[in-house]
């Protein structure tokens, strides 16, 4: 079975343009999660979404950053436009319900460089 | 606001021998869950082992194993006869149960370890 499937893998853009990230989870995975890790760091979750309901995007930043889950399956993350500091790792993840004792598996991300 | 940290940067062994990674956290709630993640150069997540706060028996997977110290807020991983495929970055990883937090992992800034031949 496929686990989750993150695309593009690498991104370079230029500053001020936009970006989207693509991320489709295990199949029958209701819940979500899209991480930003920044070089040194551990991930920080961005948004988390159970079905296609976004029910924690408290730490996107709005003004830059939407994403959404149409269908409750694949999900798009985009940033227009994009800013020097957005230069990080997106990692998409995924797990059954969202309920603690389930494991949680990710994509291999998406490395966006922004010049 | 819970806080995880990992104060060794990088470390390494000598294959097949023994090393200890450390992690302490800080939160005033008293369930919740402790993971080790690692990350190899592929940069997938993946779930190493993981600890209910609750439950006062170490967690072990295979060569992995945790000494859990709940009152000192401290959460080691330990990995036995180490192997060159265990060369990753390590993250310690806490995820409150209560408090309207929506399960969220809160990650530490990670250990790189390396696996000598």
């Known amino acids: 079975e496929a686990g989750v499937v993150q695309s593009p893998r690498y991104k370079i853009i230029e500053k001020k343009q936009p970006v989207a990230f693509w991320c489709n989870p295990i199949?029958?995975?209701?819940?979500l999660y899209w991480y930003r890790q920044n070089l040194g760091q551990g991930p920080e979750l961005l948004i988390r979404?159970?079905?296609?309901?976004?029910?924690?995007d408290s730490q996107l930043p709005k003004d830059r950053f939407s994403a959404e889950r149409l269908k409750g399956v694949d999900s798009t993350l985009k940033i227009q436009p994009a800013e020097l500091g957005d230069s990080a790792v997106y990692l998409c993840?995924?797990?059954?319900?969202?309920?603690?004792?389930?494991?949680?598996?990710f994509g291999s991300g998406t490395q966006l460089s922004v010049l | 606001a819970q806080t995880v940290t990992q104060s060794q940067p990088e470390m390494s062994v000598q294959e097949a021998e023994t090393v200890t990674l450390s992690c302490t956290y800080d939160?005033?709630?008293?369930?919740?869950?402790l993971f080790w993640y690692k990350q190899p150069p592929s940069r997938q997540m993946i779930l190493v082992i993981r600890?209910?706060?609750?439950?006062?028996q170490n967690a072990t997977e295979n060569r992995f194993s945790v000494n859990f110290q709940k009152a000192a807020k401290s959460f080691s991983l330990k990995i036995s006869d180490s192997q060159l495929g265990d060369t990753a970055m390590y993250f310690c990883?806490?995820?409150?149960?209560?408090?309207?937090?929506?399960?969220?992992?809160?990650f530490g800034k990670g250990t790189l370890l390396t696996v000598n031949p």
């Open positions: 939160t005033s709630e008293n369930n919740y869950y």
């Open positions: 600890q209910e706060a609750y439950k006062q």
């Open positions: 993840a995924s797990s059954l319900n969202g309920q603690p004792h389930e494991k949680l598996f």
């Open positions: 979404y159970e079905n296609e309901e976004a029910v924690d």
């Open positions: 199949s029958g995975h209701n819940t």
């Open positions: 990883a806490f995820m409150n149960l209560w408090g309207g937090s929506n399960y969220k992992l809160t």
